[in-house]
């Protein structure tokens, strides 16, 4: 095996209904695990969980979430569980419709030399119009500041040292990245490092519309921003009619084209989703006002059988709660009971 194997931990949090033994899913596995210490994190339910271990367990280290680490977001309690195990400093953190390459890992363990913590860059494969749609969003936020997501790069020890990060907030990568910048830590986005991502069903796909524009009240400004698309869209309508709306909504597929040019992204986002982008910021023009009003009737947008009020905690909260903290996450590590949890 590669000599990265030795200097990587790829951890994996998942929470499944329904058996995750599908070839993709599995083959997936065996690839990382040749090239990363791999642990998955299986927060299933027990029939679930061991067929998960029937499955793959033998390829990965496959262990349970620690019961002092559940959380709300029940991702971090997997994430933290499995860094905590982790023998590498150099983490990748990744949801289960992650598909790193060996060159993407690679890239990863290198950034992660001169940066506490890295966030790739996500695309498609393959390409429903679902996918399409979504990759407007993207491409746009290339363009502003880089988009988020779904795996990160991070070094163990200065998480843990921050004492891990919350897990009773929406936007749990952005909760992770602001705990470590808020520490010390540098943050780097690596625009031309590509990660294959696998689409969400069609129902899982606009489950997530309003959800997403709530992550939007961790940043004020652009939520703020964001509220304006749509009285503006309606003004530009009654004074401009039709040819108003198209020529903004050229604007944005240029803007979009511009995000899909930078960094040579053009290799993996098809020029579909630059056409696709007006329809993303028509979504969430509406959308941002059905967060609001969430945030106004439930306090806060539904997750999982319960409420979640916060999106991330603010920076200047971070940087006063970890200015008066001492390190706890890495004292007292019973490594024998999470040994036991371990399966196959």
Same mark, same amino acid.
């Given at each position: 095996?590669?000599?990265?194997?030795?200097?990587?931990?790829?951890?994996?949090?998942?929470?499944? %209904?329904? +058996?995750?033994?599908?070839?993709?899913?599995?083959?997936? @596995?065996?690839?990382?695990?040749?090239?990363?210490?791999?642990?998955?994190?299986?927060? *299933?339910?027990?029939?679930?969980?061991?067929?998960?271990?029937?499955?793959?367990? !033998?390829?990965?280290?496959?262990?349970?979430?620690?019961?002092?680490?559940?959380?709300?977001?029940?991702?971090?309690?997997?994430?933290?569980?499995?860094?905590?195990?982790?023998?590498?400093? =150099?983490?990748?953190?990744?949801?289960?419709?992650?598909?790193?390459?060996?060159?993407?890992?690679?890239?990863?363990? #290198?950034?992660?030399?001169?940066? $506490?913590?890295?966030?790739?860059?996500?695309?498609?494969?393959?390409?429903?119009?679902?996918?399409?749609?979504?990759?407007?969003?993207?491409?746009?936020?290339?363009?502003?500041?880089?988009?988020?997501?779904?795996? @990160?790069?991070?070094?163990?020890?200065?998480?843990?040292?921050?004492?891990?990060?919350?897990?009773?907030?929406?936007?749990? #990568?952005? $909760?992770?990245?602001?705990?470590?910048?808020?520490?010390?830590? /540098?943050? $780097?986005?690596?625009?031309?490092?590509?990660?294959?991502?696998?689409?969400?069903?069609?129902?899982?796909?606009?489950?997530? /519309?309003?959800?997403?524009?709530?992550?939007?009240? *961790?940043?004020?400004?652009?939520?703020?921003?964001?509220?304006?698309? @749509?009285?503006?869209?309606?003004?530009?309508?009654?004074?401009?009619?039709? =040819?108003?709306?198209?020529?903004?909504?050229?604007?944005?597929?240029?803007? %979009?084209?511009?995000?899909?040019?930078?960094?040579?992204?053009?290799?993996?986002? +098809?020029?579909?989703?630059?056409?696709? *982008?007006?329809?993303?910021?028509?979504?969430?023009?509406?959308? %941002?006002? @059905? %967060?609001?009003?969430?945030?106004?009737?439930?306090?806060?947008?539904?997750?999982?059988?319960?409420?979640?009020? /916060?999106?991330?905690?603010?920076? !200047?909260?971070? =940087?006063? /709660?970890?200015?008066?903290?001492?390190?706890?996450? *890495?004292?007292?590590?019973?490594?024998?009971?999470?040994?036991?949890?371990?399966?196959?």
């Amino acid at each position: 095996m590669p000599d990265l194997q030795r200097r990587v931990t790829y951890v994996l949090p998942i929470c499944s %209904a329904h +058996p995750r033994t599908d070839g993709d899913f599995c083959d997936y @596995l065996r690839r990382v695990s040749a090239i990363a210490e791999t642990i998955v994190v299986d927060g *299933s339910v027990t029939p679930v969980f061991e067929e998960h271990a029937h499955a793959w367990g !033998s390829m990965v280290i496959h262990i349970r979430p620690r019961a002092d680490l559940v959380t709300p977001m029940g991702k971090v309690g997997g994430a933290l569980t499995g860094i905590r195990l982790a023998s590498y400093d =150099k983490i990748i953190i990744a949801d289960d419709d992650i598909r790193y390459d060996e060159a993407g890992v690679v890239a990863i363990e #290198n950034a992660l030399d001169h940066a $506490e913590v890295v966030r790739p860059q996500n695309y498609f494969s393959p390409t429903p119009w679902h996918a399409l749609w979504d990759s407007g969003r993207i491409l746009l936020n290339r363009i502003s500041g880089g988009d988020w997501p779904g795996t @990160l790069g991070v070094l163990r020890e200065p998480l843990l040292q921050a004492g891990g990060y919350d897990g009773t907030v929406m936007f749990e #990568n952005l $909760e992770l990245v602001r705990t470590i910048v808020a520490s010390g830590g /540098r943050e $780097e986005v690596l625009l031309d490092t590509y990660v294959a991502r696998r689409p969400s069903t069609t129902r899982h796909f606009f489950s997530q /519309r309003v959800r997403q524009a709530y992550d939007e009240f *961790s940043r004020p400004p652009r939520l703020a921003f964001q509220l304006t698309w @749509l009285p503006a869209a309606i003004i530009a309508f009654r004074l401009g009619g039709w =040819k108003t709306l198209a020529f903004a909504a050229v604007i944005i597929m240029a803007l %979009a084209e511009a995000g899909r040019r930078r960094g040579n992204a053009h290799r993996v986002f +098809p020029f579909a989703g630059s056409l696709a *982008s007006p329809a993303w910021v028509l979504e969430r023009a509406i959308c %941002a006002w @059905l %967060a609001v009003g969430a945030r106004i009737t439930f306090g806060g947008i539904p997750y999982r059988g319960t409420i979640l009020s /916060r999106a991330a905690t603010p920076m !200047s909260v971070l =940087k006063a /709660r970890l200015a008066s903290r001492k390190p706890v996450l *890495s004292e007292n590590f019973d490594l024998d009971r999470l040994e036991r949890s371990i399966v196959g």
